[in-house]
């Protein structure tokens, strides 16, 4: 299960991203926001990063304007690695390298279309698993 959530102004790629795990068959939570109506990001943000943290979804996406904000929202949440991600290369290499559970995009920044590529090789990418990137994720999830 993906869980998703948006503000406003990640609304409308929102609804995109939907529509292709529909199209995939990929069961998805949405967390909102569930109109284009003026919101507080924090709030979306954080219900998907506490649906992956707790383990009710296996990854999530969010997306905002930037995708700054919702990322900082969400790696707020311990057990959060939240990636910020603009190419497909960064989206791929988060997951290999740095087990990122959630993806942040940036809808004002991303054409449809890279979008869609990201969100592809995100949750099409698995985690290497080699050591020195295992020990490098504990150093990180550390106090």
Known sequence: MIA???????????QRIIKYLEEREIPYED????SPESCDYPKHGQAV????????????IVICTTGVGMSICANRVPGIRCALCTDTLSARLTRLHNDANMLALGAGILGENLA???????????????ERHIRRIGLIDKP
């Open 31 to 34: 967390m909102g926001c569930h």
């Open 116 to 130: 869609l590529d990201i969100v592809d090789t995100f949750l099409n990418t698995e985690f290497s698993g080699e």
């Open 49 to 60: 990063a506490r649906a992956v943290a707790q383990g009710r979804c296996r990854r999530g």
């Open 4 to 14: 998703i959530g948006s503000d406003h102004g990640g609304y409308g790629l929102k």
